[in-house]
Structures are given as structure tokens and as C-alpha cells.
């Protein structure tokens, strides 16, 4: 540093240029322009204006910039009893457009992340098969392979919600989820190879981790669109995703979407192992439970404003945003209210409609500097519409963990604090 004011200084004047920013912005849209504080900004010589920065060799592998430092996955402290055996969630709310990097996407481990050597790994198909197969990495990228961008979601995504609002932040609510763009060999593809008998009814994946995840999956699904993955977002998977192979399950649970998959067995009737009878089942008042609820319903949240990001000026022009998704199709409309449900405007949605994918929509508002009850609904391409939290509970209860679609409240108050609420 060569004014010798050292790093503080900077940090400093960034934020004053941030605020320069936005009174500019403002300013623009009000049609009037002003010398607000932040005019000294665009005059002060920076470090970054005068010094040259790293080279070519400085960073081979990419990483934000530390001003993104905040940009992170998160836990939940009373969630995490024991962290080889949790859950983190997706920073929703510094994200846009429909894309999860990689680095963010939430991560739910049953036995921790298996560090798998892909020299090592073999993926075998067994059971009613006409020739059991073991196949290498080397023997998988031989096969055809596609390109699918797909949500996963875990369907305890908001099962802290079902008695009541409780967490405050959409990445706590609802950051059991990503999207990302899969490159993989259809599933269908693979089973053919081995040659599926004619009374075959259902596949059973398998996990190489010490968790050794099993799920029963019909084999209509299997030869529908599964994939077998090897590269998400362009790149091989991360470890924290299932390197070097995750089945991919479109629209489905994601407890289905068996990482580091190893085994394929095919049968003819559904295995009942421990996560499809004592986890992923949906307990009814009436002391029956609900199984096998595959397909995730669609489902909307504002992403911002929420309560981690927080709306920082007073009043005036304000982006609406948030993110839409359906396990049936794609999204045909999102409504926004601002009054808790009384009254709804259609949002614009914006970007990619992609089948089984997230959809981003926005609502470009003028904020009075009133408090707001900001809601959003999601309608998919069937035609189902995203309930209230009250008409779930009325029709399941809140026994269960899973599947809470239910219609999010945020309050917005006069200060741009925003809170988790919920309203009847
Ligand atoms: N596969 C294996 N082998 N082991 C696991 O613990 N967790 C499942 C599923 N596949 C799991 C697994 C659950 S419950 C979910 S929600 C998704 O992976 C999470 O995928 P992600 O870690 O990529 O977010
Ligand atoms: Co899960």
C-alpha cells in the first residue's frame, strides 16, 4: 500500500463507493441526478487503479472474489448433532438467474463425504438381469451421454416449518435445494446393456460410501429419464455431490438421487430398506403414513428480500425476486402478494423454462416504505397450485417432516428488517 492507509482504508472506500452506487441508481430512475457522499468515490485513486494485479499463474483454479467471502453454505447448530451426518443449505438469497455453483449447493450426507478414487470405482448392475455387468469410469464416458439441468431437492426441505415459522432465512427454509446442468449417460441405456428380464419391476441403487444408501426405485422411472451423472455445471462432480457417479432422479426426492453409486440391482418388487419405511414416509394424523411420495410438488420462495438479506433502502424502485420448480414439469406462473395472500400480481418470470428445473421470476416494485406480508405461489404446467401452509396442515397433519410446500410469508418491516412469519 503505498499511501500507506493499508487494507482498512479500502474496505472502507468500497462501501462508500456500494453507496454511491445506489444513490446514483436511485437518482437515475427518479430522473434527477445529484452529488450524493459517494461522489468522492469515482475521484479517489485506488490501489486496484494504479497497481497491477495477480498474473495468469497466480490462480488455476478460480475462486470468488473475497468480497463474496459471506457467500457461503450454512448449518444449523441444533440441526447438526453431528456433522458427518447433516445437512447444510444453499445461500439462496446471494444467488440469481436458475444456475447453483457448485461450490454452493447444499449438501445432505449421511456417513460424511466419501473420498472416492474414480481408478478404483466400478458401478455393477446385478439381479434380473441377462448378464451382469461391472462397468469402469473409462467404460461409462463410452456411452452416449446427455445434458439435463434439473433441481434436486431433499424432501425435508421446510420440514422445520410444518408447526409454525421457525427459521429465520430463506438458505434455512428453503436451501435444501440446487439446479445444475448434469452431464451423464441415461440410465436406460445401461440397464439395456445388461439386458433387463421381462418381470423386472424396480431397481435398488447403492452408495460406496459407508452409508451405503438404498432406495427402491420402479424401473418405468429408471428407463424414463435417469441419469447417471459424471459432471455437473460442466466440471466432474464435487465429492460433496457423489465424485465420481450420482444417480439422478429428475422431479424426485432427493434421498433417490444415490451419490457415489456403485450397485444397480433389478427386481421385481420394491426392497422396503430403512429410507423408504422408517425415513422419507409422511406420518397422517390419523397414525397412517404415506409412502413412497416420490414427486416433489411445486413450490415457490421469495429469495429477496428475505431475512438475511434485508431491503437496505428506505423506499422507491426494489427487485421482487425469488425461485419457482415443479417435480411434474415447468412453471407456468408465479403470483406475488404483498399483502399476505389477500391479493395477488403475476410475477415475470425470466430466464430458462426447463422441464423438472428451477425458475426464476421477479417482480420490479416500487416500495412505498410501508410494511409488507410478501408471499409467492407457484402453478405448474399441470395446473397445481402451490397451498397455503394452513390447507396442508389440514389435509396431513404436522406429524411429518417432509414435503412442505407450503406458501412462504416473509415481513418486510418499515425499517427493510425482514422476518419469518406466517399468516392465517
Ligand atoms: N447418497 C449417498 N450415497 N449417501 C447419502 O448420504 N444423501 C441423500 C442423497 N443421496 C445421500 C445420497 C439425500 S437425503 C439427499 S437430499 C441428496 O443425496 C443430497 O444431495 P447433495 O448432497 O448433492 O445436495
Ligand atoms: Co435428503
Not at 29 to 53: F, M, R, S, T, V
Not at 383 to 391: A, E, L, N, S, W
Request: charged share 25%; net charge neutral; proline share 5%.
Amino acid at each position: 500500500m503505498s499511501d500507506g492507509t493499508g487494507k482498512p482504508k479500502t474496505t472502507t472506500s468500497r462501501r462508500r463507493f456500494l453507496g454511491a452506487g445506489l444513490a446514483l441508481g436511485g437518482a437515475a430512475i427518479a430522473g434527477k441526478a445529484h452529488a450524493g457522499e459517494g461522489e468522492a468515490a469515482i475521484l479517489e485513486k485506488k490501489d486496484w487503479n494504479q497497481y497491477l494485479g495477480d498474473g495468469v499463474d497466480a490462480r488455476p483454479y478460480g475462486h470468488p472474489s473475497e468480497f463474496e467471502k459471506s457467500v457461503v453454505r450454512r448449518n444449523v447448530a441444533w440441526l447438526t448433532a453431528d456433522p458427518v451426518s447433516s445437512v447444510n443449505f444453499t445461500p439462496l438469497h446471494d444467488l440469481d438467474g436458475i444456475i447453483t455453483p457448485n461450490g454452493l449447493c447444499f449438501e445432505r450426507h449421511h456417513a460424511g463425504i466419501a473420498e472416492v478414487d474414480p481408478a478404483q470405482h466400478r458401478l455393477m448392475i446385478n439381479g434380473l438381469v441377462d448378464k451382469q455387468m461391472v462397468f469402469t469410469m473409462a467404460d461409462i464416458m463410452r456411452f452416449p451421454r446427455e445434458n439435463r439441468v434439473y433441481f434436486l431437492e431433499c424432501a425435508a426441505n421446510s420440514g422445520m416449518e410444518w408447526r409454525g415459522a421457525q427459521l429465520n432465512g430463506c438458505q434455512f427454509t428453503h436451501g435444501m435445494i440446487h439446479n445444475v446442468m448434469y452431464t451423464g449417460v441415461p440410465l436406460k441405456l445401461l440397464l439395456e446393456e445388461a439386458g433387463v428380464k421381462t418381470n423386472a419391476k424396480w431397481i435398488m441403487p447403492e452408495g460406496a460410501d459407508a452409508s451405503a444408501m438404498t432406495r427402491s426405485v420402479p424401473l418405468q422411472k429408471a428407463m424414463e429419464d435417469c441419469l447417471v451423472a459424471f459432471k455437473m455445471n460442466g466440471e466432474a462432480l464435487r465429492p460433496e455431490q457423489g465424485y465420481p457417479l450420482r444417480l439422478v432422479v429428475p422431479g424426485w426426492e432427493g434421498n433417490m438421487w444415490v451419490k457415489w453409486l456403485r450397485r444397480l440391482e433389478v427386481g421385481d418388487e420394491p426392497w422396503h430398506h430403512r429410507e423408504e419405511t422408517s425415513k422419507y414416509t409422511d406420518l397422517l394424523e390419523n397414525g397412517k403414513a404415506r409412502r413412497f411420495t416420490w414427486e416433489m410438488d411445486a413450490k415457490s420462495v421469495i429469495t429477496n428480500p428475505s431475512p438475511q438479506a434485508p431491503l437496505l433502502h428506505k423506499k422507491g424502485q426494489t427487485v421482487i425476486t425469488g425461485i419457482a420448480w415443479s417435480g411434474r414439469g415447468t412453471i407456468d406462473r408465479v403470483d406475488v402478494s404483498i399483502d399476505g395472500g389477500r391479493n395477488w400480481m403475476p410475477a415475470r418470470l425470466d430466464g430458462p423454462s426447463l422441464d423438472k428445473s428451477m425458475h426464476r421470476f421477479y417482480v420490479d416494485f416500487d416500495w412505498d416504505g410501508s410494511p409488507l406480508l410478501l408471499q409467492s405461489r407457484a402453478m405448474d404446467s399441470t395446473g397445481y397450485v402451490q397451498p397455503t401452509k394452513d390447507q396442508l396442515r389440514a389435509e396431513r397433519g404436522t406429524n411429518s417432516i417432509y414435503h412442505n410446500n407450503g406458501i412462504q410469508t416473509w415481513h418486510v418491516k418499515a425499517n427493510g428488517e425482514v422476518e419469518n412469519v406466517e399468516v392465517s
